[in-house]
């Protein structure tokens, strides 16, 4: 079984900066990939990055294209997504997700799920 944790989440101003990670445990996790997805009250769940088991294959939404980045350091079983630029949009329960694949750009909800962390931006 894959057990994820989040920390990193916090309250932010507009214009501010976030480093979320996620530390990942399980046998053959270095071999998945993993990321992130988001979710607000009143909105559908939204796949914000992905990484590669590689590190190499990187893949964003196209609302956090040029503001986030996501990488994974596989010595720590760690990945991070370090998030510029913040908006008031950016507001929601960030997740980590773990995907029994190489590569993908979206995940399912068999995937592996962390517990989520709070992302709050402020105008």
């Known amino acids: 079984q894959v057990h994820l944790v989040e920390s990193g989440g916090g309250l932010v101003q507009a214009g501010g900066s976030l480093r979320l990670s996620c530390a990942a445990s399980?046998?053959?996790?270095?071999?998945?990939?993993m990321g992130w997805s988001r979710q607000s009250p009143g909105k559908e769940r939204e796949f914000v990055a992905a990484v590669s088991y590689t590190g190499n294959g990187l893949y964003y939404a196209d609302s956090v294209k040029g503001r986030f980045t996501i990488s994974r350091d596989n010595a720590k079983n760690t990945i991070y997504l370090q998030m510029d630029s913040l908006k008031p949009e950016d507001t929601a329960v960030y997740y980590c997700?773990?995907?029994?694949?190489?590569?993908?750009?979206?995940?399912?909800?068999?995937?592996?799920w962390g517990q989520g962390t709070q992302v709050t931006v402020s105008e």
């Open positions: 997700v773990a995907a029994p694949r190489g590569y993908t750009s979206h995940f399912y909800d068999q995937d592996y």
């Open positions: 399980g046998r053959t996790v270095s071999e998945y990939a």
